[in-house]
Structures are given as C-alpha cells and as structure tokens.
C-alpha cells in the first residue's frame, strides 16, 4: 500500500477582500505576510505538487493542514476548486491546522468544513472530529488542533474529550488487523532550539502521548503531522515512527516543496518516499530520507 502526505500550502487569496477585513488579527498577518511569506508559498508550486501526487497514483492521500493563509473565505474557495480538481471524496483526507482557524469569525462561519468537508468523515454521528477512514488495509484516524489563538501565537489544542474519542477510535474492530495512522496538524514534541517554539507547540501533547502509551498494541502504527515545514522522522517511545512532512507549496533555495509516499508492506511502513520539488525542471524527484535523489541514494549504499 502506498499513502502520500501533504500539508502546509498557505493559499493566500484576497480576492474581493477590502481593508475593512485586516481590522482584527489578520491585519498583523497580513503584514507579516507581505514582508516574507507571500514570496516564499506559490500556488502554482502547489498545483504542481497535486498533479504529481495523483500521478503517482496513491492507495490514499492525507492532507495535515495549514491549507490557506489568513482564514479568509477566498482563501478556502481557491484551495477547494482544486483539491476537488484532484480528488473525489474517498481519495483524500484532511484536518485543519492553526492558520485555517486564523480568526475566530472564520471558525464561527464553519468555513473549514463548507468547503473541505467533503474530506472529512467523522468517526461518530455526534462530532466532527475525530476523522475516521478505512481504506482496504489502513485504517486511518485524524485529529484537530486548530483553536483560534491570540496574535502571534501558533499553538494547537486537542482536548481531553477528543484523546478520549481517538482511543475509542482506535480500539474498534476494523481497525484491528489493519495498518493504524494518525494524522494531526501538530508536531507531538517540543523543538527547544527552534525560534518561538513555545508559541507553536501542540499544548497538550503530553496527553496525547500518554493516551497513545495507554493503547499499546492498539495504537497507531504511524504518525504524521504538519507544522513545521520540514522533513523529520521522529518515534515514539515504543518506537513507532512519528514522520512531519514539509511544506507543500514553499519555494526557495534552502526549503523546497515536497510531499511524502509512505509505503506500508506486511503491516509495517517499509520505508518513505520525499517527492521534493526541483526549480529547473518544475517536477519532483523521488528522494530517500536525507534529502537524496533515489538513484544517488542507491549508488550511495
Ligand atoms: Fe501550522
């Protein structure tokens, strides 16, 4: 089975947006975003990286959010026309992450689920989340941690209600037997040496984390997140592999657009594909972990 991931494209779209919009937290966003982050997320990078996601013809594909920039409803339509370019409804899976809750008004307006909810289905008739998918051999199974925050803060919340409903996920019938995922916006452990790292963590991973120890066997074979807008393989304590994939829209010199294939053999993942973007060609090349193009990598070993 092959699962690709995806996360962090940061659409920015002001289509039909006044001034009157950038009263409340967007304002500073959208400073911040014309100093530095308009030039480094293209969207046409990201048109790119979905047409060879498909191309490579995955078993499922997840998407950890972070899809637009500022929470404004433009921003949701343009990523919604082409993800729905791409995937019909049972191809794709996604949970927000901090920016699609930018704003308050935004949450309020239900806009992440108007337009992405088709990709979204719930694990019980009573809340959105958690998300639940079977696909043949996996058994998948998505978390928010989008919360409205205040300025310039990028943390993510889950809520005790929320691990609670993940466990019960977890602990179903269909999922056993079946190659187990969980999928959140949020990175599960702190990266002291990174800038503001306090103001971007997920706030109650330790919950998280003990809920995960708690199911044991019953838990995920793999995690994947967002966030961080870089490659990481990461573990749990019982060795479980915690992966955080990079930005599927960055361009730049030092940080490049990529999305991952996480190949899944005898239940286990048997390795992980970096399709990273490459600027002279506008393709992307398959990669090993370290960044490698696959058949240096081979040469290499
Ligand atoms: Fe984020």
């Known amino acids: 089975m092959r699962i690709a991931h995806f996360s962090d ?9 006044g001034p009157g919009r950038f009263l409340n937290k967007r304002w500073t966003g959208a400073v911040n975003l014309a100093m530095n982050r308009s030039r480094h997320y293209r969207v046409e990078i990201f048109e790119a990286l979905l047409a060879a996601v498909v191309a490579e013809a995955p078993d499922h594909t997840l998407c950890t959010g972070d899809l637009v920039n500022l929470a404004l409803e433009p921003e949701f339509v343009r990523v919604s026309e082409l993800l729905h370019g791409h995937f019909g409804a049972d191809s794709l899976t996604l949970v927000p992450g901090n920016h699609d809750a930018y704003c308050k008004d935004a949450v ?18 009573d809340d959105a989340y958690p998300v639940l998918r079977v696909v043949d051999d996996a058994f998948i199974v998505g978390l928010t941690t989008a919360r409205p925050t205040p300025v310039f803060m990028a943390t993510g919340t889950l809520g005790d209600a929320q691990i609670a409903a993940m466990q019960a996920a977890f602990r179903r019938p269909e999922a056993r037997d079946r190659f187990r995922v969980l999928m959140l916006h949020h990175p599960l452990f702190p990266e002291p040496k990174r800038r503001l790292d306090t103001m971007r963590r997920l706030t109650d991973a330790d919950a998280l984390l003990a809920a995960l120890a708690e199911l044991g066997d019953d838990g995920p074979g793999l995690v994947v997140h967002g966030h961080n807008h870089e490659f990481k393989r990461m573990a749990l304590p019982s060795g479980v592999p915690v992966i955080q994939v990079a930005s599927a829209s960055r361009s730049g010199s030092t940080h490049r657009a990529e999305f991952n294939v996480y190949v899944i053999e ?36």
Not at 9 to 17: F, K, P, Q, R
Not at 115 to 123: C, E, L, R
């Open 266 to 301: 005898d239940g286990r993942l048997a390795g992980v594909e970096r399709h990273i973007h490459d600027p002279d060609t506008g393709s992307f090349r398959i990669c090993d972990e370290a960044g490698r193009p696959q058949a240096a990598a081979r040469a290499a070993s």
């Open 9 to 17: 494209t940061h659409v920015l779209s002001l289509t039909g947006v």
């Open 108 to 125: 309020d307006a239900g806009l992440f689920a108007r337009w992405f909810g088709a990709w979204q289905p719930p694990a019980t008739a």
